[in-house]
C-alpha cells in the first residue's frame, strides 16, 4: 500500500481559500496528490498558496481537469463524498468500511462543491458513496475539514498495512478509463436504437446505468468481455432486446 496511489477529488470548488486548506490537510497526513475539477476561481492565485502555508508543493503538482471523466479515467475505484443518504443504486460504505479497500490500487475520494455537494449524476459515477458520521442537526461540514477527516482515517490504514480486500490479488480491477469506454460504447449503441424514452427520464436512466457498472467492481479481463459483447450485439441489432428483458 502506499500513499501515492491515493488522490482528493475536488469537484467544481468554489472558494481559493477551502483549495489551499485542502491542500495543506492531505500533506499534513502525508498524500500528495490533489486533483480539482472545473474550480470556479482561477487556478492556481495568491490566496490559494496563502491558506496551503507550507503546500506550495501540492499545488504546483496539482491536476486541473475540465469534467469529472476526464479526473477519475486514471482511477481504480472512486468513493464519493457526502452528507446526505442517496436513495441510488451506488454501494454505501461507512468510515470504518474503509480498510476494506484496497490502498494497493488507485483509490480517488471525490468532494463536492462548498455551494451544492455532489449531485445524483455526479454520485453515480463512484464505486461507493461515503458519509462522515456527524451531528444530524448540523451534519454539514467544511470542504477542508470533510478532506483532512479522510485523510487522516485514510493514513491510518496505511499506515497500520491491515486493509482487507475482498478481491483476488490475482485479478486486476478495471480502471475507470476502461469502465468509461465499456459505458460509453452500450449508451452510444443504445442512444443509436433510440432507447432512452422518454427523453426527460434519460439523465437519471444513465445515472443507473453508470452505477450498475461501477458497483460491479469489474476486472479488466471481464470489462474486456463485455465491452466485445456490447459490441457484437449492437452489430446485430440485440443489445436493444437484451436490456429491455433486463
Known sequence: ???????????????SENIGACARAIKNFNFKKLVVVDPKPIFPNDKIFATSVGAKNIIDETRIFKNLESAIKKTDFLIATTSRFRNKNVKH?????LNKIDFSKKVAF???????????????YANYVLQIPTNPEFKY???????????QIGAGIIKSDTAKYSKSKKEKPASKKDILAMANLCIKNLENRNFFKPK??????????????YKMELSEKETRILSSVFASLAKKGWLTKLWVSL
Do not use: C, T, W, Y
Open 1 to 15: 500500500m502506499s500513499f501515492k496511489n491515493v488522490s482528493f477529488i475536488l469537484h467544481k470548488p468554489q472558494l
Open 93 to 97: 460504505i461507512k468510515v470504518n468500511d
Open 110 to 124: 471525490l468532494f463536492g462543491s462548498e455551494a451544492s455537494g455532489l449531485s445524483n449524476n455526479e454520485v453515480s
Open 141 to 151: 461540514l467544511n470542504l477542508s475539514h470533510s478532506v483532512i477527516i479522510i485523510a
Open 200 to 213: 426527460e427520464k434519460k439523465p437519471i436512466m444513465l445515472e443507473n446505468l453508470r452505477s450498475i457498472f
